[in-house]
Nanobody
Framework: QLQLVESGGGLVQPGGSLRLSCAAS????????VGWFRQAPGKGREGVSC????????STVYADSVKGRFTISRDKNTVYLQMNSLKPEDTAIYYC??????????????????WGQGTLVTVSS
């Protein structure tokens, strides 16, 4: 069974930083494209950033709203999302998902083989 577990969420002041982690069990995450998605209260799900497998060159894509502030990276079985210069509008539940290596499609459509349970990020003073 494919399982993903997110961690690293919490409460942070505007301008602060957080680092989210997405760990896999039951499979080798590095074979998959992985994305971070978020859903704010009352809004739809948004693809934040996606990264392809190491064999596919660890290519990355970012939503315009986070470019220059968020960085996605990975090692063999964990994918990270470094979030800097956080804004109140970044407040959301953040989910990671594993899917194919067409990462633009993964981020746009959110069609994945496995999803985590989510971790809450709250940006507030």
């Amino acid at each position: 069974q494919l399982q993903l577990v997110e961690s690293g969420g919490g409460l942070v002041q505007p301008g602060g930083s957080l680092r989210l982690s997405c760990a896999a069990s039951g499979f080798i995450l590095d074979y998959y494209g992985v994305g971070w998605f978020r859903q704010a209260p009352g809004k739809g799900r948004e693809g934040v950033s996606c990264i392809s497998s190491s064999a596919s060159g660890r290519s990355t894509v970012y939503a315009d709203s986070v470019k220059g502030r968020f960085t996605i990276s990975r090692d063999k079985n964990t994918v990270y999302l470094q979030m800097n210069s956080l804004k109140p509008e970044d407040t959301a539940i953040y989910y990671c998902a594993a899917g194919g290596n067409q990462i633009a499609k993964l981020c746009a459509q959110g069609r994945a083989d496995a999803w985590g349970q989510g971790t809450l990020v709250t940006v507030s003073s």
